[in-house]
């Protein structure tokens, strides 16, 4: 198939991505990381596009590739290491939950994932100080490089994949430090989370005040982690794209409010006031950056068109319940009530956790062929290349997240109901 042309909607202009906080004087005189090469955008650097002609709930020509997503023909920009064969498909560790609508994916590039795993470590080790010695062990068994491989593999270097490891394992500092295990509570949790947040959108204030909130940034693991990752991520993106994921963010933020509220209330939710929490506490900061990570921009229009929202939604909704399913046990023999789908299903209609978590295998279903078939429906009104890279890259990170959730026996397994 031929090269197409880049999208008449061009990213924006090459001048604009040298701008960091840095650079517009709002970032306070800190230690910042070195500089990230920007990729080139050039026609010759241009990927080709999917057919489009169909539309349904399997629209494996537009967003599947063979046994799994993200291979070479996805690529904006070259990648670092010279093009191999995809790897063929491997039986992964770990059972898939029984009746879990997912695609397999092949086994991610292994020496790529070392290099993460090693370059995420010494980060979060030796340069944010993102957790002590003694998390060490949980830090290992979460297995960041794995995971962010299995989902950007389009990535062109590990650099952009790197982009992506730093803001994960910051927002997992947030969960875990603010609302989780690590000495999280719902207490006071919204004075945590504002204050965090200026690490990503920064304060604007008076010179009388600015160098207090300076050094409120290094106060805690959570706000140095925020701060030192959201400085890579602005050299790898464009100004748009850091302002939707400042607001993903945000979103993000809001979630983790409502399930505090009704964590101090003791309210267990009616079903679908939980799902609505879940559309905005979920996973959907980092299916959003899929294109800064492969090194390209989908357009900020075309981000906000309403069933590209839609989209999106239904795969960080999609992906949540995915979480939801395999971290149940997890949860179960953690102190406390952990509210996750089967619990407000059990509680609200009055079933078995069994049922309960069965119907919610039902919920997670729809949900993914619902986001299949509305991705379908916006590659076939509007195929600019961009918008189909895009398509594909989220629908790469869904499998790459079920792939994670279901390889990673550290942390999780399955429930005793089949």
Not at 41 to 69: D, F, K, Y
């Amino acid at each position: 198939m031929p090269e197409p042309g880049l999208s008449p909607l061009q990213p924006s202009l090459p001048a604009a991505r040298a701008h960091t906080f840095g650079a517009e004087g709002a970032w306070p005189d800190l230690p910042g990381p070195p500089s990230v090469p920007v990729p080139p955008t050039g026609p010759e650097h241009a990927v080709g596009a999917v057919a489009v002609g169909r539309t349904g709930p399997a629209p494996e020509g537009i967003l599947r590739g063979p046994s799994g997503l993200g291979t070479a023909g996805l690529h904006l920009v070259r990648r670092e290491e010279s093009p191999e064969p995809a790897a063929p498909e491997s039986a992964p560790e770990g059972n898939a939950i029984p009746g879990l609508y997912h695609h397999p994916v092949p086994e991610p590039d292994q020496a790529r994932v070392a290099e993460v795993s090693r370059r995420i470590k010494a980060w979060a080790v030796d340069e944010a100080q993102v957790y002590p010695p003694e998390w060490e062990d949980q830090f290992d068994g979460f297995s960041v490089g794995r995971y962010m491989v299995a989902c950007h593999p389009d990535a062109p270097t590990v650099d952009h994949l790197m982009v992506a490891a730093r803001l994960m394992v910051a927002e997992n500092a947030v969960d875990d430090c603010y609302c989780e295990d690590h000495g999280g509570s719902p207490v006071g949790l919204g004075s945590r989370l504002l204050l965090a947040h200026t690490a990503l959108d920064p304060l604007h204030t008076t010179k009388e005040y600015a160098p207090e909130w300076a050094e409120s940034l290094q106060s805690d693991a959570p706000r140095r982690a925020y701060r030192s990752a959201m400085e890579y991520f602005v050299q790898q993106a464009t100004p748009s794209q850091a302002d939707r994921f400042r607001h993903d963010m945000a979103r993000l933020h809001m979630g983790y409010l409502a399930e505090a509220a009704w964590a101090e209330t003791e309210h267990v939710p009616e079903v679908w006031e939980y799902l609505a929490m879940r559309q905005f506490n979920n996973f959907r900061p980092c299916p959003t950056i899929t294109d800064t990570v492969g090194g390209y921009e989908l357009p900020a229009d075309l981000h906000a068109r309403p069933d590209m929202q839609r989209v999106i939604a239904l795969a960080g909704n999609a992906t949540t319940i995915v979480n939801d399913l395999y971290s149940y046990t997890k949860e179960l023999a953690s102190p406390g009530r952990h509210l996750n789908l089967p619990v407000v299903i059990a509680e609200r209609e009055k079933c078995s956790e069994r049922d309960a978590y069965l119907k919610a295998v039902e919920v997670h279903n729809e949900l993914m062929h619902d986001f299949e078939a509305a991705a379908a429906d916006l590659a076939a009104a509007c195929p600019v290349p961009s918008v189909l890279r895009f398509l594909r890259g989220v629908a790469v990170w869904v499998d790459g997240n079920h792939y994670w959730h279901q390889t990673n026996t550290y942390r999780y397994s399955l429930p005793d109901f089949w």
